[in-house]
Each structure stands twice: as C-alpha cells, then as structure tokens.
C-alpha cells in the first residue's frame, strides 16, 4: 500500500488531478461506507443480497464504484444490514 500512496501523492501535486480526485471524495465516501457496514454486521455480498432482494452482482458494482445507488437502493442495503439510512448536508 504504501506504493499506491506515494503514487497517489505524487498525483495530487498536480492541481488538476487533485481536483477530480477531490471531486470524487462523496462517492468513495458512500462506497466505503456500505463496505464497511456489510463487514462490521457481519455479512457477505451474497447475503446481503437474500437480505435486500438486490443483486449479489449489483452490491458488487457498487462497492466498486462502477454503479450509482438511488436512495431507494440506499434505502433497501440500509433495511437489509438492520440500519436506518441518514443522509445530512454540512459545511
């Protein structure tokens, strides 16, 4: 790991570079956070999925990245781990 991050950080020298990555902090945020939740109750993808009713394929994608869940997907991963969803704006 840390060959990806001194690559990274060299990367972000680069102001423009440093902006999209900046942009995208939301997303890997999101996307962390629904690892995390499955890991922490407990659970496989597959799981998951018998839980919620959403593709086992589809949890992957999102926790690639390579999806972008609605609030209803949100809603339902959120049912399925025994959460409540809570999304907040801050400054």
Do not use: V
């Amino acid at each position: 790991m840390n060959d990806f991050n001194a690559y990274l950080n060299k990367k972000l020298e680069n102001p423009a570079f440093k902006a999209e990555y900046d942009a995208l902090e939301t997303e890997f945020t999101i996307i962390q956070t629904i690892i995390d939740a499955r890991k922490n109750s407990g659970l496989t993808q597959k799981e998951l999925s018998e839980r919620t009713g959403i593709a086992q394929g589809d949890i992957s994608k999102l926790e690639r990245g390579s999806a972008n869940p609605s609030l209803r997907t949100l809603k339902r991963l959120a049912d399925g781990l025994g959460m409540k969803l809570k999304i907040e704006f801050c400054k």
